[in-house]
């Protein structure tokens, strides 16, 4: 008598490629006691938003000494807040290295050193005959479909046009613009690669947090102009600025 055959086995685990949004904390420089008090004034202006949350360190600004860069009490102090650091983006050799050794991942920063590892080198001209046809605008993604709390809708290149309403908990996330033809009640991420001009418009305001290129408003803050109202979102001079659509 033979054994029945076994069933193919199936993998452990599988690997795909996924877009999420993550906070980037800028940081210029690092004192331990400064740094804390800092992190709690921001927690207290928005408890909900932190929790649990995962961030990058960002170096790209940064303008203290490399000595004085220990990552191991930044994360202790992240950690008993429930921030939840999981990567270095930028920063020179010796700040890596010391983000290594804290089982930090590393991203490439901004600079460009980071994009181009030989900026000395000159690349050879391209002949104008073969220069290549510039590519148009990317299309953009629309959904005409609610988008519902827990739900994440992404536009990694172009626009994003929303032809629902947005429930709370849910995360709406695009390259450009975000556009929605409804109450916008949860978080809409817009700019999510660096795009400063990129904006946000909708027909009423009642979103938990709106950010473009990496600046954000949450929403005690965004209840102080055009709540509930049709209105856009835009970056100006660091800060977002939200006004009535009617004087756009």
């Known amino acids: 008598m033979t054994d029945a055959p076994q069933a193919t086995e199936r993998p452990a685990f599988q690997l795909k490629s996924t877009t999420v949004s993550l906070m980037a904390l800028e940081l210029a420089y690092f004192d331990d006691d400064s740094f804390e008090a800092a992190l709690r004034e921001k927690i207290r202006q928005a408890p909900g938003f932190f929790r649990d949350i995962p961030v990058i360190v960002s170096l790209d600004h940064y303008e203290g000494l490399s000595s004085e860069l220990d990552f191991f009490k930044l994360l202790g102090i992240c950690r008993r807040h429930n921030i939840h650091v999981i ?90 613009n975000i556009h929605v033809y409804g109450p916008l009640r949860g978080r809409a991420l817009a700019g999510v690669h660096g795009l400063e001009s990129a904006r946000v418009f909708c027909q009423s305001l009642e979103a938990e947090l709106v950010s473009i290129a990496g600046h954000y408003k949450i929403s005690e803050d965004l209840q102080e102009s055009g709540w509930k109202t049709a209105v856009q979102v835009q970056l100006r001079d660091d800060l977002l600025v939200v006004t009535p659509l009617e004087r756009s």
Not at 150 to 173: M, N, S, T
């Open 87 to 176: 990567g270095v983006r930028g920063g020179n050799d010796d700040q890596r290295r010391l983000a290594r050794h804290a089982a930090l991942a590393i991203l490439p920063g901004n600079s460009r050193q980071d994009r181009d590892p030989s900026p000395e080198v000159t690349p050879e001209p391209v002949p104008e005959a073969a220069a290549p046809t510039p590519a148009g605008p990317a299309p953009a993604r629309v959904i005409s479909q609610p988008v519902r709390s827990g739900q994440q809708i992404v536009a990694p290149e172009g626009d994003l046009i929303i032809l629902a309403p947005v429930q709370a908990g849910a995360e709406v996330l695009a390259a450009g």
